[in-house]
Nanobody
Framework: QVQLVESGGGLVQPGGSLRLSCAVS????????MGWYRRAPGKQRELVAH???????NYADSVKGRFTISRENAKRTVYLQLNSLKPEDTAVYYC????????WGQGTQVTVSS
């Protein structure tokens, strides 16, 4: 059974940075494209970034140039570096296999506010 454990969220002022981590267990991990998703209050969950097993990345237009996704296959961990944060980035952030096919973890709350 795949388990996803996200961490690293918090309260940050506009323009600040955070680094999110997602530890994955119960699967091979290295062969899958992984994604970071977020759900803002009153909105549907959306994909913000994904990374292939070979390290190729893609980003939603709303975060391009500010967020960076990376992975360490040996640690079964995927990261999301969040820079130049804006209030509209406030959301619960989740990781999952691209397409969201695994059971979701608890997510990590990111709040951007002055």
């Amino acid at each position: 059974q795949v388990q996803l454990v996200e961490s690293g969220g918090g309260l940050v002022q506009p323009g600040g940075s955070l680094r999110l981590s997602c530890a994955v267990s119960g699967t091979i991990f290295s062969i899958y494209t992984m994604g970071w998703y977020r759900r803002a209050p009153g909105k549907q969950r959306e994909l913000v970034a994904h990374i292939t097993k070979d390290g190729s990345t893609n980003y939603a237009d709303s975060v391009k140039g500010r967020f960076t996704i990376s992975r360490e296959n040996a640690k079964r961990t995927v990261y999301l570096q969040l820079n130049s944060l804006k209030p509209e980035d406030t959301a619960v952030y989740y990781c999952n296999r691209y397409g969201g096919v695994w059971a979701w973890g608890q997510g990590t709350q990111v709040t951007v506010s002055s």
